[in-house]
Structure formats: C-alpha cells, structure tokens
C-alpha cells in the first residue's frame, strides 16, 4: 500500500500518494472514493513513473470543508497540488468523476496536460431530474449518515459475479467509501449535479487519449464511452469484460495491460 503524504494546498490539507519517479501521472479517483481505488495501478507503474493519486476535498484522509464542490474547485486543488509537488505536466487520468474533474482542468489547464486518461466516465451533465435525485442523495446522506447510501451503491459498482464471489473486493470498495465523510459526500454530490456539459470539450482535446470503461457498467455505460471516442480526435478506446464501474480493482490485470500499451505509445 503506498504511504498516504500531506500537504496543506489551496486552504486544505490534501492527503496523497506519491510514488516512483519520472514522468508524472496524476490519477484522479471518482466519488464517493479514495485514492486507494489506484492501488494496482500505482504498485505496477510507480516503477518507471512517478505516480500522484491525491485524495479529492471531502474523500478518503483529506479534510471536508463546507460544499459544495464544483468539478472547477477539484481541478483548482489538483493544479494547487500540481505546483506544490514541483510538477510541470501530466498524463492525466480520471475514474467517473475523476473523469469529469478531467475535463474541467483540461479547460482550465490545457498547458499542464501532456495526456488523457478517460476511466468509466461521460462527458453529458446531469439530467434536472438526476440533479434532484443527487440533492435527495445529499440531503438524506446529510441526516442519517452514509451506511444506507453505500448499501444502495455498492451493487451498482462491481458485477454480480464478483459481488457473489470476490467478498474481498466488495469490502474494499466499501471500506473505501465508508473513509467519505457525510458532509464530502453530500458536497461532492451538489458540485456534480452542477457540472457543465463537457461534450463541446470532446473535439478541442488535442493530447494522446485512452478511453477505458468495464462491459458491464451501470452507472456510465460503454454507450457514453464510444461517444467520447467518437468525439475526440485519435482517441483509443478500451471495453473491459467481467467489469462495471470500478475497473482499475475489479479487473486491474487487464486495466494495467490496457494502460501500459497506451503509456508506451506515448513514447
Ligand atoms: C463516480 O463513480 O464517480 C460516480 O458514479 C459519478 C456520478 O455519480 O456521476
């Protein structure tokens, strides 16, 4: 497991790993998650690259302000970490919404970005009903705390199989989600229900792109992902089997194959 660092960045303490040496790839997890959700990754590239996998505002070991957390202040916290690590550009990856932070500073910051990496993710803001359906979330989470949201939750980020026959999985991805705080989860739901559509965004990106996303997932289908090839000019996209949403610890062995192959095209 990778030693959990901290920095004070942006008015907030940041909690991070930080791992190897060389080009950067700065991993950005999605919700309700933590930068723990990298953990494969991190133990097979931090060998030639110098991995950064942050715990987001209101996620995992950092602190949780007041909310909400717009997908803009994400990105400000990442490019505060950024200048604080002495880091000039980065191979950027992101998971669901570390998918839509990835967006936000690819538009803020398209300088520091020397690559995508597109994980489970979708480039369309949500529905108004979808933006309900996450104040409801925030509202409830905000009274009764987070166990009955993780229980909803949990079946809709593995496949039935490995739920039924990977127990140790399942617990990680809960124990993960148990380290989100009530009041980072209910932030973090407010500031993606306000979240641009990123699709105009799709045809201006102009660095080396990898689209992943697992077969089987519920919560930001493969449809969403072959849009996104569609849209952005060279990109390569990458379908999972034996996957839903959280690809990087359900099928890590084909993640890191997929990842590697692109990191070497890079050259
Ligand atoms: C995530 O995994 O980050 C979430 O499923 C994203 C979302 O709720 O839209």
């Given at each position: 497991m990778a030693q959990v660092k901290r920095a004070e960045v942006n008015g907030l303490e940041m909690a991070y790993a930080d791992e190897g040496q060389g080009e950067v790839i700065l991993l950005v997890h999605g919700f309700?998650?933590?930068?723990?959700?990298?953990a494969p990754q991190i133990a097979a590239f931090s060998g030639n690259y110098r991995i950064i996998a942050p715990d987001l505002r209101?996620?995992?070991q950092s602190q949780a302000p007041p909310g909400p957390y717009p997908m803009d202040l994400f990105a400000e916290d990442l490019a505060a970490l950024r200048k604080h690590l002495g880091v000039e550009k980065v191979i950027l990856g992101g998971l669901s919404m570390g998918g839509y932070i990835a967006f936000a500073f690819s538009r803020k910051y398209?300088?520091?970005?020397?690559a995508l990496i597109l994980a489970d993710t979708r480039p369309q803001a949500d529905t108004p009903e979808g933006a309900k359906g996450r104040e409801d979330a925030a509202r409830a989470v905000e009274k009764e705390g987070t166990a009955g949201a993780i229980e909803r939750l949990l079946p809709k980020l593995l496949t039935k199989q490995s739920l039924e026959s990977r127990p140790e999985i399942a617990a990680q991805v809960q124990t993960m989600m148990e380290r989100c705080s009530p009041q980072g989860w209910a932030a973090a739901q407010r500031g993606m229900a306000q979240r641009p559509d990123s699709t105009p965004l799709l045809s201006q990106i102009s660095v080396p792109t990898l689209i992943l996303v697992g077969e089987?997932?519920?919560?930001?289908?493969?449809e969403d992902s072959r849009k996104m090839h569609s849209l952005i000019p060279g990109s390569r996209l990458e379908i999972i089997p034996g996957?839903?949403?959280?690809?990087t610890l359900e099928q890590p062995q084909a993640f890191n194959r997929i990842l590697s192959s692109f990191l070497e095209s890079l050259g």
């Open positions: 309700p998650f933590d930068h723990t959700q990298w209101g996620h995992g398209p300088e520091r970005v020397r089987e997932d519920l919560l930001t289908p493969p996957a839903a949403h959280v690809t």
